[in-house]
């Protein structure tokens, strides 16, 4: 750069510096407007369909506003409505439940599958490929296989519990039963991703610290706990943070588990708050209600993040 | 190289769990395909048929004859083909060019606006979805292809995943060289940029094209059953056909069939992808 505009200022005849002076221009222009240009594209793109609806959702969810158009603001009524709504409640419960049955053991088993992955083993890229499958598949198979296997009559789950004179349970009917089905989705899909997120934290691990935990007598276990666990902490609170994330926004399994029903079966006993949001929007078109739904759903996901974020600081403190 | 040698007593543990898990990760996708490839009337047997069967040929007649007609499978498909490669080619190009000028240029205002592309890559777009269908409802574009390609063009995890490659991958030196030479900025991301970025912007490509095939939720809010993409004819299976599991099967086997291509051709580089951070859930 330094070089360019020193030669626009250099020595010359009249039309070469002339020429110089606006290639010099032409440059500086360049030099400083690229960058904007380079970054515009994004910037214009998501301010119009990202920025621009999410921060639109909240102004129509202080609207009454449904097919028919918007009907005025009602400020928060949308939202004291929506406090006092049994429905409302029934699908926190099962999306808080959910997350729970289908974060830990996620997250147990990729924490095991990825310790055995870190090992001296043979074969590591063949079990490494088998533990992505699950990743690559779509959600929408996973719930349409899982779905049949779970099913009442023909399931393979039901078949299996029959040799051992359990049954034949109706997955869907109850609310603790629909849980484990779909939560097992939610687990068979993510426990390989994660499993590699520890896999790549636990491989920069320094060796020298398991070797002279060894020669200080310690055991496997209490190396993982004691070395393993603590030093691969930010990697587990990155994917706790996720799991919460694409917890709170569970929806894909739990309708398809459902034959397609948004209400997620007949007493709601799986409705997820994102089927409730997305009934709320798309099937009763009362558009400032849905958006309250989505605007409690952001809080929800930012409390449970933070929520997340400061217990896995605490565990931090509790073992050093 | 861990210099213990591990007992062979634990070791065969290692291998037995890990076989085990290897099992319970590929099962359902094999039960997927003997299903997709047998008859209706051996669903509910127990022992279940655990080999595939001669009836695929037949199964995939019925999914796109007219036995099927309702869930217009065969129009999801060429739908999502043409949605995931616009939005590939897209992300990858827009994120490329604003993740180099992120990491290697100078200009004012830099640090305000990445912050910015930070801040938003942690909202989930979900939450948007009601003034997104307004919007497209504005522009007439409920049921149309493009409702699903246009706002997904960009991608602030793109962006910021490319700026981190960027970083690494393009050292300072090649681009004063070229900037010596005469180069226009532009023309430095073309020739000296993008053949440094090529392996970071293709595991961004491999894991953009798979989260637009897989998309779910907006095409099922703004398109229709006529017109819709491969997730929204499945959950169509699902809900009209939920009895004929083979039809069902068939269906989703051929859904997932691109996702096994890619997983095929390109595993390792999804799985130093993950290692990477270059991807969320």
């Known amino acids: 750069m330094t070089t360019l505009e020193h030669e626009a200022r250099g020595e010359g005849t009249v039309v070469d510096r002339r020429r110089r002076a606006r290639a010099g221009a032409w440059s500086r222009l360049d030099l400083h407007g690229s960058p904007y240009l380079f970054v515009a594209p994004f910037f214009v793109l998501f301010a119009a369909f990202g920025l621009f609806p999410l921060g639109y959702t909240v102004v129509v969810s202080l609207h009454k506003w449904d097919l028919t158009g918007d009907a005025g603001l009602i400020g928060f009524e949308n939202y004291s409505t929506l406090l006092a709504d049994p429905d409302f409640w029934n699908a926190l419960l099962n999306t808080l439940g959910l997350l729970v049955l289908a974060t830990v053991p996620q997250l147990l088993g990729a924490l095991i599958l990825a310790a055995l992955l870190n090992r001296p083993i043979r074969a590591l890229l063949f079990f490494r490929l088998g533990v992505l499958i699950p990743v690559v598949t779509s959600v929408a198979a996973v719930a349409i296989v899982f779905g049949q296997l779970y099913g009442r009559d023909t399931g393979l789950v039901n078949g299996l519990l029959h040799l051992f004179s359990v049954g034949p349970v109706d997955w869907q009917a109850s609310r603790g039963g629909s849980w484990v089905a ?87 006993q799986f409705q997820t708050i994102a089927m409730y949001m997305f009934e709320q929007s798309f099937q009763n078109f009362d558009y400032g209600y849905g958006s309250a739904v989505a605007v409690v759903i952001f809080l929800l996901t930012v409390i449970a993040g933070v929520v997340n974020a400061v217990v896995g600081r605490m565990v931090r403190g509790g073992t050093q | 190289m861990r210099r213990r040698t591990p007992s062979g007593h634990g070791n065969s543990l290692v291998y037995l769990t890990l076989v085990v898990s290897l099992v319970l990760s590929v099962f359902p996708l ?106 497209m409802v504005k522009l007439g574009w409920q049921n149309h292809l493009q409702a699903v390609i246009v706002p997904f063009l960009v991608s602030a995890f793109g962006v910021f995943l490319m700026r981190q490659y960027a970083e690494r991958a ?66 169509q299976l699902a809900t009209q056909y939920y009895t004929d599991y083979t039809l069902m099967f068939a269906g989703t086997l051929v859904a997932i069939v691109p996702l096994l291509v890619v997983f095929v051709l390109f595993g390792r580089q999804l799985i130093s992808g993950i290692m990477d951070g270059a991807v969320r859930s």
């Open chain 2, 170 to 235: 393009v050292p300072d030196e090649l681009i004063e060289a070229a900037r010596l030479d005469g180069c226009t900025t532009f023309g430095l991301f073309l020739r000296v940029v993008s053949p440094a970025l090529r392996p970071g912007a293709a595991v961004l490509g491999l894991f953009t094209f798979m989260g637009t095939w897989n998309e779910f939720l907006w095409p099922l809010a703004v398109l229709e059953a006529d017109n819709p993409t491969v997730q929204f004819a499945l959950s």
């Open chain 1, 182 to 268: 779909v939560a097992s989705m939610v687990n068979w899909r993510w426990t390989g991703y994660n499993a590699l997120i520890y896999l790549a934290a636990m491989q920069s691990i320094s060796r020298d610290l398991y070797e002279a935990a060894q020669i200080d007598g310690a055991g496997p276990v209490r190396q993982f706990r004691s070395i393993t666990v603590p030093l691969i902490r930010p990697a587990l609170i990155f994917t706790v943070v996720m799991s919460t994330i694409g917890g709170m926004q569970l929806f894909t399994e739990p309708l398809l588990f459902g034959q397609g029903d948004v209400s997620g079966g007949s007493l709601r």
């Open chain 2, 30 to 135: 094999y039960w997927l395909f003997v299903v997709a490839t047998r008859s209706n009337d051996v669903v509910g047997e127990f022992p279940p048929p655990l080999l595939p069967g001669g009836n695929l040929m037949d199964n995939l007649q019925r999914l796109f004859g007219p036995e099927a007609a309702e869930a217009h499978f065969a129009r999801g498909l060429l739908n999502s083909a043409i949605a995931s490669v616009c939005v590939t080619v897209s992300v990858v190009f827009f994120s490329s060019l604003a993740g180099f000028a992120f990491a290697k240029l100078r200009f004012r205002g830099r640090n305000v606006l990445l912050l910015s592309v930070l801040a938003t890559m942690m909202v989930p777009v979900q939450m948007g979805i009601v003034p997104l269908y307004m919007v």
